[in-house]
């Protein structure tokens, strides 16, 4: 079945570094794939998200482009702030209209 | 995008004992979902809600101990029977609503701990 594959945690990063976030996937067709954010103590938010091949998706900084042929959706920062600490979970959805998520990466920041 | 309400936002059960859980949106939405969150791991699809029929399970998730309902388009009720320990998780409601443009909202999810 339709699946995804995410980069393994934890990561720790110092302010203004390079952030990626390696995520690929498995699917019949050509999903539409998300990146959701979870902060400490609060419930997902839609981070971006893109639904067709070479769309960027890209928001508060953070961008991650489809990849119909390395099957890809890799999420990037160029500077994180420890405000960009919490953990991040690549989705996409499947064939049956419910969403699938990878593992979940776990981000800190230290100042 | 559709709004979620879900209570409660967490209990502390006895094991033994049930949990239901309620999922309230202000809008008529296509699809209801549930899904559970143990701690420190991802999200899982328990099932699909379907309005007016039986839910549609995830492998390792059955009725009888996940029971489900959907009256309406607007609302689903998720049931953790007979809890043990094992069942400490967060219990999410996630919905899809036709024209949406792409993309799901969740609700804020139900913290549950059972002692």
């Known amino acids: 079945g339709d699946s995804v594959t995410q980069m393994e945690g934890p990561v720790t990063l110092s302010e203004e570094a390079f952030l990626t976030i390696n995520c690929t996937y498995t699917?019949?067709?050509?999903?539409?794939l998300f990146w959701y954010v979870q902060y400490p103590g609060e419930g997902l938010q839609l981070l971006l998200k893109?639904?067709?091949?070479?769309d960027k998706g890209s928001n508060k900084g953070f961008e991650a482009t489809y990849r119909k042929e390395t099957t890809s959706f890799h999420l990037e920062k160029g500077s994180v702030q420890v405000s960009d600490s919490a953990v991040y979970f690549c989705?996409?959805?499947?064939?049956?209209?419910?969403?699938?998520f990878g593992a979940g990466t776990r981000l800190t920041v230290k100042p | 995008s559709a709004v979620i309400s879900q209570k409660p936002s967490r209990d502390i059960c006895q094991r033994g004992t049930s949990l239901t859980i309620q999922c309230q949106v202000d809008?008529?939405?296509?699809?209801m979902f549930w899904y559970r969150q143990q701690p420190g791991q991802s999200l899982t699809l328990i099932a699909t809600?379907?309005?007016?029929?039986?839910?549609?399970?995830e492998s390792g998730f059955v009725i009888d101990k996940f029971p489900i309902s959907r009256p309406n388009l607007t609302f689903s009720t998720l049931t953790v029977s007979n809890m043990s320990p094992e069942d400490s998780s967060i219990y999410l409601c996630?919905?899809?609503?036709?024209?949406?443009?792409?993309?799901?909202?969740f609700g804020s999810g139900t913290r549950l701990t059972v002692v």
């Open positions: 996630s919905v899809w609503a036709n024209g949406t443009p792409y993309g799901y909202t």
């Open positions: 699917a019949t067709g050509y999903p539409s």
């Open positions: 893109a639904t067709k091949a070479d």
């Open positions: 989705a996409l959805i499947s064939r049956g209209n419910d969403m699938r």
């Open positions: 809008s008529q939405v296509t699809m």
């Open positions: 809600a379907n309005q007016g029929s039986e839910a549609t399970y």
